[in-house]
């Protein structure tokens, strides 16, 4: 079994399932039918991609696991999301600011992937980057909307975009089983994606009339299982129904 392997597949998949989650709250709740639709679709995009991780994972491990031990019955510290993805819907500006930014960087990242020397970590990333690329126009396309729109959607997303910036450097951060993939060429050298990152997101920002944040000092801890204050209660909700009726089937 390749433990670096399988972290480094946790430390990608795990942030498309916490942000799945987050966006799956917004059912029912959109500034629209057309947008509220949207973003379930881009919910189920994106746990539709951690399933084909989580099932690589599960033959990695053996001992019976499953897709489903994987996602439901892990601990807190044992998830290697970012810290972006599980911060909370405060509200539309917050939920689609969020979003911008980790759609930037996972399109980086799957374009990368694609050539990854794993056969399996490469077709998912081909079958995912089309779904991702969409994830991508949309949210881009509210930030220009809202930044561009009345004074107080204007005010909202930059609000929201300066509360956020600060779990954007993570995102670059490499763990032991990060180089260790990078180095066999399996996996992405996420270092490498900073430059280009801030660099489209800057300019998305100017064309919405925003400002880039500025800041000296950012967050980290979620890559090592240090996650904040409101991933337990996430983990709480995703996990219930498993953790309560244990073994359960549909």
């Known amino acids: 079994m390749n433990n670096n392997l ?5 430390g990608i998949a795990d942030n498309s399932l916490i942000l799945g989650q987050r966006l799956g709250e917004l059912c029912g709740h959109g500034p629209s039918l057309e947008t509220d639709i949207a973003m379930t679709n881009i919910s189920l995009d994106l746990l539709g991609q951690v399933r084909s991780y989580y099932q690589y994972v599960a033959k990695l ?6 897709e489903d031990t994987i996602a439901f019955l892990r601990k807190e510290r044992e998830y290697k999301n970012v810290l972006l993805v599980e911060q909370p819907n405060q509200d539309f500006a917050y939920s689609i600011s969020r979003q911008f930014l980790f759609d930037i960087f996972h399109l980086l990242l799957l374009e990368q992937l694609q050539n990854s020397s794993d056969a399996t970590l490469s077709a998912i990333a081909k079958k995912s980057i089309k779904e991702v690329s969409y994830h991508t126009r949309f949210s881009s396309d509210w930030i220009r909307r809202l930044g561009d729109g009345t004074d107080e959607s204007h005010n909202r997303i930059q609000e929201a975009l300066n509360h956020l910036w600060v779990f954007t450097d993570e995102l670059f951060h490499q763990t032991d089983a990060d180089k260790s993939m990078v180095s066999e060429e399996i996996g992405v050298d996420v270092t490498q994606l900073k430059e280009v990152f801030y660099t489209k997101v800057s300019a998305i920002l100017e064309e919405a009339t925003l400002q880039t944040p500025n800041i000296e000092y950012f967050q980290k801890g979620g ?4 996650h904040s204050e409101h991933m337990g209660y996430l983990l709480a909700d ?13």
């Open 61 to 66: 491990i053996g001992n019976d696991a499953t």
């Open 238 to 250: 995703l996990q219930y129904m498993q953790r309560t009726y244990p073994n359960m089937n549909w």
């Open 223 to 226: 890559k090592q299982g240090v």
């Open 6 to 10: 399988i972290q480094y597949i946790y």
